[in-house]
């Protein structure tokens, strides 16, 4: 069964707070992704990365950075949390870029910034 | 930009029949739909291609125009499973619509 696991799936930090969102999959994929989900936006692409030390901008990237140093583990750094960062976030993976090839999500972390 | 998706939000009863649009204002390749059910992680459904292929799920429709760059996904007969936020996307930029939140009611 393919698995994505998120490190939490509730946290709550302060504003100033370096955050650290982990994700892992265990399904040998290349792609990851992360997006951040908001009532009336739908889903949002925050970063992705297409394999190993890859990373690309989505459409949101401002105020977050990514690291990949693994091919199964792909986190997401908030850099000086602000309340407009509370959000609900997703991490994804594929199996590779192109075709066919179906999105995994995992069950999301709500982030709440005080 | 996001592809819009109407209606925003829908309530039916059990049985009954609903159709979701998903309208782009850039040139869709691909279309590729999901649902999510409360808490839980969004689930593919569905994925759309150019030329009318289509490869997903059994019980469920869509429609692909590129044309019109739109996409609607059919939903007949429905169950209480059903109930769910939909998502369409654009596999190729990764982009995902403002999705379409469907409660089903006995």
């Known amino acids: 069964d393919v698995k994505v696991t998120q490190s939490s799936r509730y946290l709550v930090k302060r504003t100033g707070e370096k955050v650290f969102l982990e994700c892992v999959q265990d399904m040998d994929h290349e792609n990851m992704f992360w997006y951040r989900q908001d009532p009336g936006l739908g889903l949002r692409l925050i970063y992705f990365?297409?394999?190993?030390?890859?990373?690309e901008k989505g459409d949101i990237p401002e105020g977050y950075s990514v690291s990949r140093e693994k091919k199964e583990r792909f986190s997401l750094i908030l850099e000086s949390a602000s309340t407009n960062q509370t959000s609900m976030y997703l991490c994804a993976s594929r199996i590779r870029s192109g075709g066919v090839n179906e999105q995994f999500f995992g069950p999301g972390t709500r982030l709440t910034v005080l | 930009q996001q592809p819009v998706q109407s209606p925003q939000a829908v309530i039916l009863r059990e049985g009954e029949d609903a159709v979701i649009n998903c309208s782009s204002s850039?040139?869709?390749?691909?279309v590729h739909w999901y649902r999510q059910k409360h808490g839980e992680a969004p689930v593919f459904l569905m994925i759309l291609l150019k030329g009318g292929e289509q490869k997903g799920h059994d019980k469920i429709s869509a429609s692909f125009n590129e044309k019109k760059q739109q996409s609607s996904l059919y939903l007949t007969a429905s169950q209480l499973s059903y109930s769910g936020t939909y998502f369409c996307?654009?596999?190729?930029?990764?982009?995902f619509g403002t999705g379409t939140r469907l409660q089903v009611f006995p």
């Open positions: 996307g654009t596999p190729d930029k990764l982009i």
């Open positions: 850039k040139a869709l390749y691909s």
């Open positions: 990365s297409y394999d190993v030390k890859m990373k």
